[in-house]
């Protein structure tokens, strides 16, 4: 089977229509284990014969190949999940954490293969957050502590700090990689501020069962936190890219959550980010000695402003109409 590069979006749009069909047999859950697993079987089968028959543009997988690489990822984990019930392996009521962290791994390893095989960014992002829930959930089982947050936390860090580093190491040669992998990033930070606020959501703890943790983070997480989703947002801002972005700002959210937990007036936190804040406003709004020639350029006479997507504001110039004296 090949898909040819014209018709790759109707080939995926049908795909994904497929994909919900499959999703909603699964939540309707009639059919057998093993008719439900061929579904799955299918369906995975199908989204990765288009993504791997079907040409690449300059060496990159297209858009709708990118949609495609997902899927297939996402199918393999899935797969693997109906195989392992099928086995007698089933996730268990609660669900074991053990489970999750062999069928999030599987997917992980099929995403990072696909994403290395095809170039897909998207799927790059869906193997390495495969990844991050499989660590996660190893080490929630794994775990010998009373309470199995701590170890995560950890792991948890060191996630962070892999990432930033596969980051740096992306973001001139393989710019795409180096976003999607920001993206995880930011998900990590939400992720490590959810361990210290889970007990804020009424019955959450009791549900994952988790003991009572009613301490806050201790000040070493706080400022790894705040840094991080500061960091974040300010990343997706400078890169002008909006995954990065919305997360880092989501993160930076979840990071205040944590530091506002407990309470207490203006002193500490707060006036901790007011001074820096004031100082870089300050600095903004300085006179300035000299212009720089696009700034005289823009305030001339007759100059408007035009901006335009995401490039800097561009100084328009025109000479006055004849008749603008009229008017």
């Known amino acids: 089977m090949r898909v040819h590069a014209h018709r790759g979006n109707t080939f995926t749009a049908g795909t994904v229509v497929l994909a919900a069909a499959v999703v909603e047999a699964e939540l309707r859950g009639g059919a057998s284990p093993g008719v439900r697993a061929g579904l799955v079987l299918a369906l ?19 858009p709708y190949q990118e949609l495609l690489l997902a899927l297939t990822a996402l199918g393999g984990a899935g797969l693997i999940a109906h195989v392992l019930a099928l086995a007698g392996a089933g996730p268990g009521s609660p669900v074991d954490a053990w489970w999750v ?40 089982a794994a ?9 995560v936390r950890w792991v948890l860090l060191l996630v ?39 007990d804020d959501v009424p019955g959450a703890a009791g549900a994952l069962g988790l003991p009572t943790a009613p301490e806050g983070a201790g000040l070493g997480w706080q400022l790894l936190l705040v840094t991080a989703g500061f960091a974040l947002a300010g990343l997706g801002a400078t890169l002008h890219e909006r995954g990065p972005g919305w997360l880092g700002a989501l993160a930076l959210l979840a990071s205040l959550g944590v530091l506002s937990r407990g309470g207490g007036d203006l002193v500490g936190w707060p006036l901790v980010l007011a001074v820096p804040g004031l100082v870089l406003v300050g600095v903004a709004l300085r006179p300035v000695g000299r212009r720089t020639p696009e700034e005289e350029r823009a305030e001339g006479p007759g100059a408007t402003v035009v901006p335009f997507g995401r490039r800097r504001p561009t100084a328009v110039l025109r000479e006055p109409d004849p008749d603008d004296d009229l008017l």
């Open 101 to 140: 962290a062999g069928v999030a791994a599987s997917g992980a390893v099929l995403g990072l293969a696909l994403a290395r095989a095809r170039g897909g960014t998207i799927v790059l992002g869906v193997g390495a957050a495969l990844a991050v829930v499989a660590v996660v959930a190893a080490t929630g």
């Open 160 to 198: 962070v700090l892999v990432l930033v580093l596969a980051i740096v190491l992306r973001i001139d040669g393989r710019y795409g990689h180096a976003v999607a992998l920001a993206d995880v990033l930011a998900a990590v930070v939400v992720l490590l501020a959810a361990t210290f606020l889970v």
């Open 44 to 62: 995975t089968a199908l989204a990765g014969l288009g993504a791997l028959r079907s040409p690449l543009e300059d060496g990159t997988a297209r």
């Open 143 to 151: 775990w010998g502590g009373a309470d199995p947050r701590d170890g």
